[in-house]
């Protein structure tokens, strides 16, 4: 190997032996034997630790995309893809999305334990106490464009929100201080949300009304207007959007949490953190996926809805397009959120008596995937964005609004993470790399290029 950096690929492992024991992992490279630690969490995942490996034995491990690699332990939320199973806190996804409010599992997920009636009403209270924004904030929305994407919006308004708070630019200050800023930016969310919305639609904002519940206050603000003296949110639709955001409340180590823990252990503070997380949701791949979803169903309902012609372009390889809402990076079973989800959309779209004819073409891609060996083989099944589009349509939400749904029920999650990041004072991440550009070369004058 030289002076080059070595590296071991766990996935093509060749000249290398790694035999696992109880406590401790067996490595063998260019014929020397190395310990190495094991891990077991407490579900029985086992974890090799090879935070020495390269003082030890000079390789790094490459695994590029993260996909087998754990870059913290976590105590929030447990995923077994291979089984479908998801819970926050030891509590199952079914139950809580059956059982809970949005709020409760907001608080489980930074406390570590369900409420108490008297924990619950302070903390709903002082969440109530912080949901107007400061009259500052407004004036961004001249700045952006019109039509531009409320995502964008969304991002900017989180990082400017963060500068109305000077002294919360610091994450090492006390608990009760970080306490305040997760409860600002819980209350204060909803409301830019709705601002978005409303701005975006040239009507005037509605402000937060404290006597409502999170969720009530959110549709409040986002579909009462100025001049209708009463507007009372159907509860199918607050129920419908309470257990959407439970559903997407928390997902350990994903795309954008882990932004929000990368960015956090810089000592960025809470809100540039989170703002980090809402772009890296942004893409398609990620959150993005539940706008893609809706626009795909609707351009085939367009073609005339020859579902099987799509799944076909979805298996060629000379063709870009891919089945959005379909497949997940762990979920190699079911992803048990969108069985709540379609489940959901169904009761949602009766009781509001909506007829959808997306829905039916969804259910038409589903059933067609699910029988084809191309998805069958790589375990692809519908992920949480596939139905939820559908209900947030429903409800009357624009197709590029739904990221945003996303964001608003994730946001506890990403909280927590930073708040666990933060409280284990984890490093700074700061990843590896193997090398493979030039070798060291010498410099020539232009005119002897
Ligand atoms: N349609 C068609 N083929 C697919 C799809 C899909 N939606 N997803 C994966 N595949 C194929 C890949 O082409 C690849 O095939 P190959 O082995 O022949 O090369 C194989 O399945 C494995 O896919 P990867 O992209 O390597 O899997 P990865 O774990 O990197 O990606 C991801 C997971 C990004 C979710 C992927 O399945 C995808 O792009 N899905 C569509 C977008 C989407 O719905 N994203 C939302 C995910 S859920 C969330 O973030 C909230």
Redesign the pocket.
């Known amino acids: 190997m030289g002076n080059h950096q070595s590296l071991i690929s766990f996935a093509q492992l060749k000249h290398t032996l790694i035999i696992l024991m109880a406590d401790n992992a067996k490595i063998i490279l260019e014929g020397n034997e190395y310990e190495l630690p094991v891990f077991t969490g407490s579900e029985g995942e086992k974890a090799i630790d090879i935070s020495d490996l390269r003082a030890k034995t000079g390789y790094i491990t490459l695994d590029i ?1 993260y ?1 087998n690699t754990g870059a913290t332990t976590s105590g929030i939320t447990f995923l077994d893809g291979e089984e479908g199973i998801l819970r926050h806190r030891g509590y199952s996804i079914e139950d809580l999305a059956a059982k809970a409010s949005f709020l409760e599992v907001a608080y489980l997920l930074l406390n570590g334990e369900l409420p108490t009636r008297q924990q619950f009403d302070d903390f709903d209270n002082a969440i109530r106490e912080h949901t107007l924004v400061n009259e500052g904030l407004e004036g961004m929305f001249k700045a952006f464009p019109t039509g531009s994407h409320p995502m964008g919006q969304l991002n900017s308004m989180i990082s400017a929100l963060g500068l109305f708070y000077p002294k919360s630019l610091n994450p090492n200050r006390p608990e009760d201080a970080i306490n305040r800023t997760v409860l600002r930016l819980l209350a204060k969310m909803p409301t830019i949300c709705a601002m978005i919305y409303k701005k975006r639609s040239g009507h005037p904002i509605i402000y937060p009304k404290n006597n409502l519940d999170y969720v009530s206050n959110y549709l409040n603000m986002t579909f009462a207007q100025v001049t209708m003296d009463h507007y009372q949110p159907d509860p199918v639709i607050v129920d419908a959007m309470n257990k959407l955001l439970i559903l ?1 409340a928390d ?1 350990e180590q ?3 949490a882990s932004t929000v823990r990368m960015v956090g252990s810089s000592q960025s503070n809470l809100y540039s953190s989170i703002a980090a997380g809402i772009a890296a ?1 942004w893409g ?7 706008q ?2 809706l626009e795909m169903l609707e351009l085939i309902r367009q073609d005339g809805g020859d579902v099987q012609k799509w799944v076909n372009k ?2 060629d ?1 000379n063709d870009n ?11 190699k079973n079911f ?1 048990p959120r969108a069985k709540i989800i379609k489940k959901t959309c169904d009761d949602v779209l009766n009781k509001l008596g909506v007829h959808d004819p997306v829905l039916e073409i969804a259910k038409k891609l589903e059933e067609t ?1 699910l029988t084809d060996p ?2 069958v083989e ?3 099944y519908p ?4 139905y939820s589009g559908i209900i947030y349509r429903a409800i009357g939400f624009p197709t590029d609004f739904f990221t945003v749904l ?1 964001a608003l029920g994730r946001l506890p999650g990403w909280i927590s993470q930073w708040q666990e990041m933060r409280r284990e004072k984890q490093p700074i991440a700061r990843p590896r790399q193997i090398y493979t550009g030039e070798v060291p070369r010498n410099f020539k004058f232009m005119q002897d290029r």
Do not use: Q
Not at 321 to 331: A, D, E, K, S
């Open positions: 995309g996909k997407h997902h994903n795309c954008s949701l398609p791949l990620h959150g993005g996926a539940n893609e979803v979805a298996k390889k397009f891919r089945l959005m809402g379909f497949g997940h990076r762990v979920y992803d995937a191309y998805f790589r375990k692809l992920n949480v964005d596939f996303f």
